[in-house]
C-alpha cells in the first residue's frame, strides 16, 4: 500500500467538521450579525427617513407642524374645558405626546418591517433585526427634530431651560430600548397569531389614557395612583418630562427603575424574536 508523502497530507483539504459545542447561541449570533450588518442598519435608517419625506409636500416641516396642531387641539379642549391646574400646559401635554407617538409609530411600523423584510433577507441572508433597528432610529430621529417646536413653545411660554435637558438624550434612548423590546415581541407573537397587531393597536390607545399623557397625575384618585407603577411608559415618560418640563434631573431612583424596565423588556424581547427567528424566515 502507497504511503502519502507528509506535503500530500498537509495540502489535502479537510472536511470541515461540525461540532456543536462551538455553534453560538441564538441570542449572540443574531447580536453579532446585527453588529456586522451596521452599515445596513445605517443605510436603512436613511432610506426610511428619506422616504417619510421624500412625497410630503411639508416634508420635515409636517414633523415640527404635527404635533403643534394636536398639542394645540388638546390645550383648548382639556385646559378650558376641563379646568386642569397644570402651569404651561401645552409643554406638559406635548412632552408626553411626543414621547408616546415614537413608542405608537415605531414599534407599529417595526412589526410592518421585519414582516416585509422576509424576501430581502432570505435572498441575501441579512439579519431580520437589522431592519427593525433601523426603524427605530429612524423615528428616534423624527423625535430629535420635534423637538424643535417644543422648544419654541418653551420660548413663547417663557418656560425656563435648564442643564437638566442635558439629561433628555439618555432619556430618549431608554423609551427607544423599550421601544426595540416591545416591537421585538409583538413581531414574535404575530407570527403565531395574525391578529395580534390588531389587538397590539387597541391596546395602545388604552396604553395612552391610562398613561398621564393629556392630564395630570393629580385628578388621578389616590387609591388607584399606585397602579401607574405597572405602567412601564408613566416611568419613561417621567424621565423626559422632568428634565423638559420641571426643568430638572429626575431622582436616581427614578432613573433605576426606567433603565430597569427598559433593558428587561429588550432583553426579554431579543431573547423571544431570536429564540424563535426561524419561524419569523418563514413567516
Known sequence: M???????VLATPRKP???SAQSRHPFLEELGDLIAFRDLVALWSVRNITLRYK??????????LEPLLLMSTLAVVFSTLFRFAVVSYPIYVLTGLL????????????????????????????????????????????WGLALVPLFGIMLI??????WALLAVPLAMFLMALFAFGVGLI??????????????????LSIWFYATPIIYP???IPESYRGLLALNPVFHLLNLFRASVYLG???????????AALSIATFTFGWWLFTRWRNVLDRV
Open 55 to 64: 412625497r410630503s409636500v411639508l416634508g420635515v416641516f409636517w414633523t415640527l
Open 17 to 19: 467538521v461540525y461540532d
Open 217 to 219: 397625575i393629580t385628578i
Open 99 to 142: 414621547a408616546f407617538d415614537f413608542l405608537n409609530r415605531s414599534t407599529s411600523q417595526m412589526i410592518d418591517e421585519i414582516i416585509t423584510s422576509q424576501s430581502m433577507a432570505q435572498r441575501i441572508g441579512l439579519p431580520r433585526s437589522a431592519f427593525a433597528l433601523a426603524t427605530i432610529i429612524s423615528y428616534l430621529v423624527n
Open 2 to 8: 502507497t504511503e502519502l508523502s507528509p506535503d500530500l
Open 157 to 162: 411660554l417663557r418656560h425656563p431651560f435648564s
Open 248 to 258: 430638572e434631573v429626575a431622582p436616581l431612583n427614578d432613573w433605576a427603575i426606567g
Open 186 to 203: 409583538v413581531s414574535t407573537l404575530g407570527a403565531f397569531f395574525h391578529d395580534v397587531k390588531i389587538t397590539y393597536n387597541v391596546l
